[in-house]
Antibody, heavy 131, light 110 residues
Framework: EERLEESGGLLVQPGGSLRLSCVASGFAFSDQHMDWVRQAPGRGLEWVGRIRSKGYRYTTYYAASVKGRFTISRDDSKDSLFLQMKSLKTEDTARYFC??????????????????????WGKGTTVTVSS | QFVLTQPPAVSATPGQTVNISCSGSKSNIGSNTVSWYQQLPGAAPKLLIYRDDQRPSGVPALFSGSKYGTSASLAISGLQSEGEADYYCVAWDDTLDAWVFGGGTKLTVL
């Protein structure tokens, strides 16, 4: 079974730092792009950031709301994904989900390109930023 | 505010078909495929539709997706009370270099 399990969520004061972890099992973690998505209490889903696989040089992307404060990394030898958060704000309070991306090849004549989608989600870990 | 626009809520009676719309722009839905997710209360989101209209194995055929231009739609037929959930659309945005979500639609089965 393909699984993602997050950990590290805590109560932290504004301005503080926290590191979330996600361990993958049941699939070839190193081949997949990975994401963090969060959900504030009673609100919708918000994408946090993405890290691509080694074949794409571990390129990272971030939402404007967290850029410069959050850093995504991975350790393929341990099938693990990380989210380092600093300068935390009360609005960062949310449940954080670790998410796997899969891809489909779409052909146009004899040329193809990949389309990605998020398919496997962890259960999430809760971060509360409050004094 | 969310880059993709969904109705906040829809409702229908058991057995009916409901459609949930998702409106975007050329840089997201107009250029990339759309996925749809179902989130039951307290649970993680679950993939329902990918690549605009494809169902993963295990997702019932009562869920179907479509796309035209910069808009997408999720149809749920033969509604049952178990379908009460929040539904989200997602697409990659080439201008923002980001995944963009709709604000979610709460489905109520009357």
């Amino acid at each position: 079974e393909e699984r993602l399990e997050e950990s590290g969520g805590l109560l932290v004061q504004p301005g503080g730092s926290l590191r979330l972890s996600c361990v993958a099992s049941g699939f070839a973690f190193s081949d997949q792009h990975m994401d963090w998505v969060r959900q504030a209490p009673g609100r919708g889903l918000e994408w946090v950031g993405r890290i691509r696989s080694k074949g794409y040089r571990y390129t990272t992307y971030y939402a404007a709301s967290v850029k410069g404060r959050f850093t995504i990394s991975r350790d393929d030898s341990k099938d693990s994904l990380f989210l380092q958060m600093k300068s935390l704000k009360t609005e960062d309070t949310a449940r954080y989900f670790c998410v796997r991306e899969s891809r489909d090849a779409i052909w146009f004549g004899d040329v193809f390109y990949y389309q990605y989608y998020m398919d496997v989600w962890g259960k999430g870990t809760t971060v509360t930023v409050s004094s | 505010q969310f880059v993709l626009t969904q109705p906040p809520a829809v409702s229908a009676t058991p057995g009916q078909t409901v459609n949930i719309s998702c409106s975007g722009s050329k840089s997201n839905i107009g250029s990339n495929t759309v996925s749809w997710y179902q989130q039951l209360p307290g649970a993680a989101p679950k993939l329902l539709i990918y690549r605009d209209d494809q169902r993963p194995s295990g997702v019932p055929a009562l869920f179907s997706g479509s796309k035209y231009g910069t808009s997408a739609s999720l149809a749920i037929s033969g509604l049952q009370s178990e379908g009460e959930a929040d539904y989200y659309c997602v697409a990659w945005d080439d201008t923002l270099d980001a995944w963009v979500f709709g604000g979610g639609t709460k489905l109520t089965v009357l």
